[in-house]
């Protein structure tokens, strides 16, 4: 039997606009039907947009979330055979201010199969995501349809803290290597990683040291365009453990 094709979904979103981020999700999922795909994987808090800042702290905009989520989820026909993954900020009921989460929501099988959430919390340069979120104190990988062993789900910052590769860490933990020690052999990182001249070539080079050290595929899919003064540059890719990489999309270049 043909291994799973896994599709990086490199969308757009818009930050509080609900409903296009929901087309835009389910015009991709579409394309990888299309394509042969049976996981598709979108970006850090496609359902929201990314950075929604004090949007958070609206009971509204989170009602909204909710809602938007548990539509996607439900069963239909564009989604039948499918797996999602896609992230958003997660109220979670009874956890201490500000009670939410990071998060990357497992759809398939009409209904939410699992959640991951994301345990690093970047507060420098232009981020302070402590302000608006809880970290994790656990990573989690899922069972996904087609998939003989689990696969890891991070969120952005997570997948940055590869110990073999930096030289000072910014923090004590390694979630991918929690993740790889505790059975995934696939990692899936949805990012909304702001470009920086350098970044690019830093992220290739990051994620092939790590996909390398760990001994685990990594998929990695990173939104593109711009919200507020942020802009992203996109460079989804695929990375193998060992050698041998996966061509780029429409480049001659090769990911490994």
């Not at 394509?35 to 004090?54: C, H, K, Q, T």
Request: hydrophobic content about 45%; proline content about 9%.
């Amino acid at each position: 039997m043909a291994p799973p094709r896994i599709a990086l979904a490199q969308i757009d979103p818009t930050v509080g606009d609900f409903d296009g981020n929901a087309a835009l999700i389910r015009r991709a999922a579409g394309l990888a039907r299309a394509a042969g795909a049976s996981l598709v994987i979108f970006p850090e808090l496609a359902l929201s947009g990314y950075p929604p800042r004090d949007l958070l702290d609206l009971p509204e905009f989170l009602d909204r979330t909710g809602a938007t989520l548990a539509a996607l989820a439900a069963p239909a026909d564009w989604s039948r055979g499918l797996s999602l993954l896609v992230g958003f900020p997660e109220r979670v009921e009874g956890a201490p201010p500000p009670g939410l989460m990071n998060s990357v929501a497992l759809l398939s099988g009409g209904r939410v199969a699992a959640v991951g959430r994301k345990s690093l919390l970047p507060t420098y340069d232009v981020f302070d995501e402590t302000r608006y979120f809880l970290p994790a104190g656990a990573p989690t990988a899922a069972a996904v349809p087609g998939f003989d062993e689990p696969v890891g789900l991070s969120v952005c910052e997570d997948v940055w803290n590869d110990k073999r590769f930096w030289q000072r860490p910014r923090y004590g933990r390694d979630p991918i290597a929690e993740l790889v020690t505790g059975g995934a052999r696939l990692v899936a990182n949805v990012s909304a990683s702001p470009y920086a001249l350098g970044k690019p070539a830093l992220r290739e080079l990051m994620l092939s040291s790590s996909a390398s050290g760990h001994g685990v595929a990594i998929a990695y899919v990173n939104q593109v365009g711009g919200n507020d003064a942020l802009i992203f540059d996109g460079g989804s890719l695929l990375v193998r453990p060992t050698a041998g990489c996966w061509p780029a999309p429409r480049s001659s270049r090769r990911w490994c």
